[in-house]
């Protein structure tokens, strides 16, 4: 029998609040608050063996002059010259093999209050006791999200996947927010990344078959909504990232239902495109071992989950996906406006993670509309957006860490007592605060990214050429990503210098990987030369790698040969693949 799953975050006494028609949008900024401009100068910074003229060369090679230094070693301001835009003088910069990294100059200015004209119904972002639909509620019942808004109220460099109902693409407040698959050419017929799905621009319809992934019910679009509809744009309510990345993806046909099957390839096509976190307000009674593999092979991607509407305890009535132990999933309930369990909300002390708003939430309605809705569904993409956050601040971030922060974070409620584990409910605040700081540079360097030039590779060398990528992690965290590497046998001398080393670099998933090339005679000297390159899937891509100053010098004297080493890390701070091949040089 084909098992049915069905959407659980909808509880209703009478029709949706239809909320009042959106202002027109207008610039960021509220009234007295200047917009937000643009950078027009570089922060670059450069390798800690870059010498003063190789400085010079890289900034002459990017059409820059520099501005000023900064406090920091080999990090300066540099200024693009009339004619050269900002991008095109970052990617002029990063060509360098003397340049670690270069970025704009970005603004910074104090966060304020969203300006958009609906955020006062939003009380589980900031609660002052306002009314909503009638009814007041406590102040600072919600999830802090100023705080974290203090950190960063971006997301746009995380997917986030909604797999749900659909969602409205056109929607004023969400178009902003959607996710693009920039390997992808619309509307031209074809699968341009070899996905096997044709067009999937802005996410795929697993009921309809096609890449238009439409909300024909409403769930979808009021869940992606509270995700990330576009803040501080003067239009509308504000999602709990003010710049997001959603993925469109539809498993639930218009009634709200759908096949267990949809739902497996839906999550897997969410995880494939690179979604970090995938928001799930569905669910049913059965247990599926298919449904809780596919969770478990998705170990880097953060699953977060409806407890139910049917105020049972999931501990003894299982309600799946929410009842999975796997410590990448998160089963969220729901509190009213006075932070105690929502009356239709689903409970369980063990299974239940922890809890968010989900009473009368405003967010988007297809058809450009804004509505009150409650329901678990209404509180767990709260959570989905925090954990997005979260992400964004600490891109080494596990899923699993993600997971025990969220509820290490979480305001202990006394209401929540042996209804949710550890009583608590988000605090977005607490968790950006936290998660923050955990990013910091890699051990073992003045650099940042940058290995310790006398870093001992791990283990015995592996010497084949090539070498086939190994398979991603399906079940068990801490599997570093596969990485290949592609290099000549043998190269002239003349064309290294002329035109450096082209090295091939493939990762089994998205990754970050740095070459070295090194003096193969075991002599002392300096690194010949550095790469590096990011990858956001499965791909494979070439490096070039350009001798520096003293590498052109130490080549010219008498290396009979060269080794290129690759560091790969993946996404999740799982360990590192170490690579290494030796070139050998020809003389004429």
Known sequence: MTRRLTLIGLTLAGAAMVLPAAAPASPPGGPGIAPVKQADEVLVRFRSDADAQERADARRAADVERESGLPVRGLEVVDPQPGSTVRE?????????????????????????????????????????????????????????????????????????????????????????????????????????????????????????????????????????TIGARGNDGYGVTGMAWNAAIIAVRALGADGTGTASNLLAAYRYAVRVGARVVNASLGGAGSSRAERDVLAGASNTLFVVAAGNDAADVDSRPTYPCAYDLPNVVCVAATDRNDRLADFSNRGATAVDLAAPGVDVASTWPGGRHVLLSGTSMATPHVAAAAALAFNAAPSLTAGQVAALLRSTADHLPALEGLVAGAGRLNAGRLLATAAPLLAPPAGGTDAGEPPADEPDEGPEDTTEPIAPTAPSRSVDRIPPGLALGVPRRRALDAVLRRGLGVNVRC???????????????????????????????????????????????????????????????????????????VDIARR
Do not use: K, M
Not at 186 to 197: A, I, P, T, V
Not at 542 to 568: D, E, F, N, Q, S
């Open 89 to 225: 003088a970052i990617d002029a910069l990063e060509r360098s093999p003397d340049v670690l990294y270069a970025e704009p100059d970005v603004p910074r200015q104090a966060f304020v209050r969203p300006d958009d004209p609906l955020f006062d119904f939003q009380w589980a972002l900031e609660s002052t006791g306002q009314t909503v639909a009638g009814r007041g509620g406590a102040v600072d019942a919600d999830v802090d999200a100023s705080d974290a808004w203090e950190v960063t109220a971006d997301a746009d460099t995380v997917p986030v996947a909604v797999v749900d109902t659909g969602v409205d693409l056109s929607h004023p407040d969400l178009a902003p927010s959607l996710w693009r698959n920039r390997f992808e050419v619309s509307g031209n017929g074809r699968d341009d990344d070899g996905d096997g799905f044709v067009d999937d621009v802005y996410g795929w319809d697993f009921v309809g078959g096609d890449a238009q992934p439409l909300d024909e019910h409403g769930h979808g679009t009021h869940v992606a909504g």
């Open 508 to 582: 089994s998933e998205a990754c970050t990987v740095r070459l070295e090339v090194v003096a193969d005679d075991s002599g002392p000297g300096a690194t010949l030369g550095h790469g590096a390159t990011r990858l956001a899937a499965a791909r494979s891509t070439t490096v070039t790698v350009t001798p520096t100053v003293v590498g052109r010098r130490r080549l010219r004297r008498a290396v009979p040969a060269v080794r290129v080493r690759a560091v790969a890390r993946d996404a999740a701070g799982n360990p590192r693949t170490r690579l290494s091949r030796r």
